[in-house]
């Protein structure tokens, strides 16, 4: 059992920078493949990013590719994504989820915990 807590959302300007952090609980959590999904009103929850266990490892949805980058701290059992020239579309209630395996790390249904999700609001 994994409780997985998102923070660092919140309302910005078009081209602006957020960083997200997504703590988790337990003492397993280098054992744990992380992804970053969003989900827009209307829409359905997508794939953003994800990071194998190491760290070694990072995968990317085409439409933010080379704007964030996701990261991890075993030492502090916390993911990061860091969103940089960010775009009225990215707004979005944002997940954090936790794999134990990674078999399909773009895949929603490959995620075993989930968090409550941070909003990222991006004005125009």
């Known amino acids: 059992q994994v409780q997985l807590v998102e923070s660092g959302g919140g309302l910005v300007q078009a081209g602006g920078s957020l960083r997200l952090s997504c703590a988790a609980s337990?003492?397993?959590?280098?054992?744990?493949?992380m992804g970053w999904f969003r989900r827009a009103p209307g829409k359905e929850r997508e794939f953003v990013a994800a990071?194998?266990?190491?760290?070694?490892?990072?995968y990317y949805a085409d439409s933010v590719k080379g704007r964030f980058t996701i990261s991890r701290d075993n030492a502090k059992n916390t993911v990061y994504l860091q969103m940089n020239s960010l775009k009225p579309e990215d707004t979005a209630l944002y997940y954090c989820?936790?794999?134990?395996?990674?078999?399909?790390?773009?895949?929603?249904?490959?995620?075993?915990?989930w968090g409550q999700g941070t909003q990222v609001t991006v004005s125009s």
């Open positions: 337990g003492r397993t959590f280098s054992r744990y493949s």
């Open positions: 989820a936790a794999a134990l395996t990674r078999a399909t790390l773009n895949l929603d249904r490959g995620y075993d915990y």
């Open positions: 990071v194998t266990r190491s760290g070694g490892s990072t």
